[in-house]
């Protein structure tokens, strides 16, 4: 892994900060392009941010693998991830993205910063914030897949084989370090003039996102660490999370420039790749419950009407109802269609949890309405009186009620939506009878680089490094 972050680090800053149009001035740099000896912190900031949020929306990670754990989409041929038929080879990009080209790059540019001598002491303590904020996020999406992961060692040099911590450990620090990252948030200094392609530098918004991020990391742990659980939920909600779609932390990619576009858009459009439809499970759901939200979920058939594909079929029966089933909506293969960081649904729906455990005082009920109204207001529909009326909030089955809005919010939203149905486990889902694995998977199995280059370490953390079903530390149900 050590071999992949030092090598890979500096060819990717370069293609992606010439690419991207919020980079600094590349003709500032002046290095040579193959061997670059100096980057800016705020192109480090730019490349960490694009490579984090492309990931978590991709083919490999979303469509292709925790969209359909969850059963939001289906796949019309090729059907081998829906049948839970991946190994070492399947996530070995993305564990090398998030290392060497997120927690690398943010790593390199918190160097910098601390170094910069010509930063006033309030705006470097805002450029550091913002970074720890984006290594926490990162950090929680890697551990939240594959569980013990190497965290203290994994990012210096002298540790060439960095040992994995327990997630347990993980969350502990990193529960710490965001909440020190939002108390030393300034809302009154600068942060990042150039590179922030998230918030454009602005630490008011990069507060509201820390809080947001800490209270989901916070109820993430709740079923195994309660009182962090509860003292984390009040520090957050001092920080002051998102309150309000107008808050809502949003990727956007630029759809100016195809190869920087929404990744789905480039995967079916650019590469013309057509082998994902809505799942039976998700358009019978929906339609059950009287959901207008089906109209941005997904497009009609030939018939004019919506029609799931069965979830989980083998390649042959799959292909077979291809030409009848729906595809996803042209709203979500956009090449604008934005990746959703944390939004005030999530949070709504955090706090109506916290809420029934006792975390914070309030009226569950009330946050869970807030919860759908702000989703149905994302996806273009601003009266969800009707909906609510026919789908109340039932407190006596609070983790059953929450938990399915929460599927359905989180659409396109997969690692966030998977990690979530694992915690809460609702809905109710069902393996396919062509499924390779006895249960639905809950944690990704380790990718062969780690095999070949970290194996002690490796070793010393599975006996199984291609194991989908032992979950991870916070999924005790």
Known sequence: MKKYINKIWVLTVAVVCFSITSCSDVTELNVDPNNPTDVPAANLLTQA??????????????????????????????????RYLVDSNSFDGSWVSFYASVLNELTVA??????????????????????????????????????????????????????????QSIYASLLS?????????????????????????????????????????????????NGSASTYVTKAL???PISSNAEN???????ANPDLSNPLYIDNVINTRDDFAVSDVLVTSLEAKGDPRIEAFAALNNDMVYRGMPYGLNDADAFALKSVTSRPSARVRDAAAPHVIIDWAEVAFLLAEAMERGYTSGNAADMYNAG???????????DASGYLANNPYDAANWKESIGYEKWVAFYM?????????????????????????????????????????NGNSLDAATSDANDLNGKVWWDVN
Do not use: C
């Not at 083919?59 to 991830?81: F, P, T």
């Not at 720890?132 to 965290?151: C, E, K, N, S, Y």
């Not at 694992?422 to 809905?427: E, F, K, M």
């Open 49 to 82: 941010q694009y490579s984090l949020y492309n990931r978590m929306h991709s083919r490999v990670l979303n469509a292709e693998w925790s969209m359909l754990m969850v059963q939001h989409w289906s796949q019309n041929e090729y059907a081998e991830e829906s």
């Open 110 to 167: 918190k160097n910098k910063i601390s170094a910069d001598e010509n930063l006033t002491a309030a705006r470097k303590a805002n450029q550091l914030g913002i970074v720890d904020i984006l290594m926490a996020d990162a950090f929680q999406a890697v551990t939240d897949l594959w569980g013990d992961v190497p965290f203290s060692e994994a990012l210096s040099p002298e540790f060439p084989n960095p040992t994995y911590d327990s997630q």
């Open 177 to 225: 370090s965001l909440d020190n990252a939002l108390t030393s948030l300034d809302v009154n200094a600068g942060s990042f003039d150039t590179g922030d392609i998230v918030a454009g530098g602005d630490v008011a918004q990069w507060k509201r996102i820390g809080a947001s991020l800490l209270l989901r990391m916070a109820m993430r742990v709740s079923d195994v660490d």
């Open 238 to 240: 001092a920080h002051g």
């Open 249 to 255: 932390a949003i990727f956007n990619f630029d759809s």
């Open 372 to 382: 759908v109204e702000s989703s149905m207001a994302y996806w273009g529909y601003d």
């Open 413 to 453: 939203n997969g690692p966030q939506a998977w990690a979530e149905w694992r915690r809460l486990d609702a809905p109710s889902l069902a393996v396919p009878a062509a499924a390779s694995n006895p249960s639905i998977p809950v944690r990704l199995p380790y990718p062969i680089s780690e095999e070949t280059n």
